[in-house]
């Protein structure tokens, strides 16, 4: 598909997702869902091999009944997507419950700025709308798409919510650093190393690269860096945090950062085995082989 027929075809999506009722737009898409998964094209033969690197120890059948699940929610996470700029603020906060909601309000509160990492999990847009719709508005970054007029419209739509969006192919760390200087809530989706210089983990049992942006954020500035999984709920979404993660007292600044981004993989790698149907990860995590493939 040529980058304008992508373009035209995410803007359609943008205008018509939006002007009909919610019950059908979310069965389109949970049917579109379904669909795709059918196809079984290479992003469902990575969601399979994914999945059953998290879970090895369901079944096929299991399997097959959970990447169906997860690509239903991949799907109505772009359905969110598309309607997020109608709801009302009130529509919003109604829709999400938090747990651990102090481990974030309290370093703000406090004037230090707080760093928030957490996975391609759930809807993390939504969570990022309720914090914007509460008072705290947060910064966050973004992968340069192609083309650049999609770029654009992401960058704009994130904008409408509150976010400040700041491009990752830029030089953005020292901004970063400038605003948790200024107390702002910093969010980092951090599960998938783009930059490829990020510090290699053990995830989940396999190794994996992680970005070290999260970590070297907390050394350089000393705000805390905590870490956040978006799940789905039947009516929205639930935020769960866990609490600061330690700047190890010895060793190299890059012997802490790995350290500290290990942490952060643990507490990812816990929760996605929890819900893992939510955890749309369609591309490639691990880096000792290729597909996993289940025997018959």
């Known amino acids: ?128 709308a309720y914090f914007c719709a509460s008072g705290a508005p947060l910064v966050t970054v973004a992968e340069h798409l192609k083309p650049e007029k999609l770029f654009r419209r992401f960058l704009a739509y994130r904008e409408s919510i509150g976010m400040e969006v700041l491009d990752a192919s830029a030089r953005s760390l020292a901004t970063l650093s400038q605003r948790l200087r200024n107390n702002r809530l910093i969010a980092l989706v951090a599960d998938r190393d783009l930059s490829k210089s990020g510090v290699q983990v053990d995830f989940l049992g396999g190794p994996s690269r992680m970005p070290v942006g999260p970590a070297l954020l907390s050394l350089q500035t000393g705000a805390p860096l905590i870490t956040a999984f978006v799940k789905y709920e039947e009516a929205g979404i639930r935020i769960i945090f866990e609490g600061e993660v330690a700047i190890p007292d010895s060793g190299s600044d890059a012997e802490k950062i790995a350290r500290m981004t290990q942490a952060c993989a643990d507490r990812f790698g816990r929760l996605i085995k929890e819900h893992t149907a939510d955890w749309h990860m369609l591309q490639r995590i691990w880096i000792d082989g290729d597909f996993v493939e289940r025997s018959e």
């Open 1 to 128: 598909m040529s980058q304008a027929l992508i373009y035209y075809a995410y803007s359609f999506a943008w205008k018509v997702t939006r002007s009909l009722p919610a019950k059908v737009s979310y069965g389109i898409f949970r049917a579109l869902g379904d669909f795709i998964y059918s196809r079984n094209s290479g992003p469902i033969r990575r969601l399979r091999s994914n999945y059953a690197r998290v879970r090895p120890e369901i079944s096929n059948e299991e399997l097959e009944l959970l990447v169906k699940e997860g690509m239903r929610s991949y799907m109505r996470y772009w359905c969110d997507t598309f309607r997020l700029p109608s709801w009302s603020s009130a529509q919003t906060m109604q829709s999400v419950v938090v747990e651990n909601e102090h481990f974030l309000r309290d370093p703000l509160a406090a004037g230090r700025g707080v760093i928030v990492s957490l996975p391609h999990a759930g809807n993390w847009d939504h969570a990022g």
